[in-house]
């Protein structure tokens, strides 16, 4: 099983901060990795596909970057409604498809 | 635009059966181009993929959890279901079904609301 860790568990900035979030890999996902946001009481909303490709509709702030083993996820300015929990997850050698621990991004 | 519906029961006792089902509209769950499955979240933790179909046929499942679970579909209600045998306190949490595309984007991109469900006597 891939284990995806990921770092911090919980960030605390400011609207209009650039972040970075990590996602690293147990054993190399090649881009096969994916990014979700999720809000309180929501299901997750997918981000980020195969590493770097936005999903259908979700705003040019956002972006991924990695491969092999170590992954980021940028927000290059914080609107209030990013402040959610991200996940990594993986479906590079499935099953069981897993997801990272996610990281909490709270507002300072 | 496609929508997923999770059910269930809400309260389960222990040991017993926990049955959930997930009704899809605006879309074909026999469609060649998805995976169909179950993702489950305990109370303030993290993801865990369950289990997901194709309409072949195939099931695949989550090796911590395949001893006690079964996905099963019934394509003239357009709905798919999850059985979790002898279930525990552990097994308490937010239960999604959710949709996963073959082609791109290749993840669930479609989720259900969540339904919870409650182990315990």
């Known amino acids: 099983e891939i284990v995806l860790t990921q770092s911090p568990a919980t960030l605390s900035l400011s609207p209009g901060e650039r972040v970075t979030l990590s996602c690293r890999a147990s054993q190399s996902v090649s881009t096969y990795l994916a990014w979700y946001q999720q809000k309180p009481g929501q299901a997750p909303r997918l981000l980020i596909y195969d590493a770097s490709n936005r999903a259908t509709g979700i705003p040019a702030r956002f972006s991924g970057s990695g491969s092999g083993t170590d992954f980021t996820l940028t927000i290059s300015s914080l609107e209030p409604e990013d402040f959610a929990v991200y996940y990594c997850?993986?479906?590079?050698?499935?099953?069981?498809?897993?997801f990272g621990q996610g990281t909490r991004l709270e507002i300072k | 635009q496609l929508q997923l519906q999770e059910s269930g029961p809400g309260l389960v006792k222990p040991s017993e059966t926990l049955s959930l089902t997930c009704t899809v509209s605006g879309g074909s769950i026999s469609s060649t181009s998805y995976y169909w499955g179950w993702i489950r979240q305990p109370p303030g933790k993290g993801l865990q993929w369950i289990g997901s179909?194709?309409?072949?046929?195939?099931?695949y499942y989550n090796p911590s959890l395949k001893s006690r679970v079964t996905i099963s579909v019934d394509t003239s209600k357009n709905q798919f279901s999850l059985k979790l045998r002898s279930v525990t306190a552990a097994d308490t949490a937010v239960y999604y079904c959710?949709?996963?595309?073959?082609?791109?984007?290749?993840?669930?991109?479609?989720w259900g609301q969540g339904t919870l469900l409650t182990v315990s006597s």
């Open positions: 959710a949709r996963r595309k073959i082609g791109p984007p290749y993840y669930f991109d479609y």
């Open positions: 179909f194709y309409y072949s046929g195939s099931t």
């Open positions: 997850q993986q479906r590079s050698d499935w099953p069981p498809i897993t």
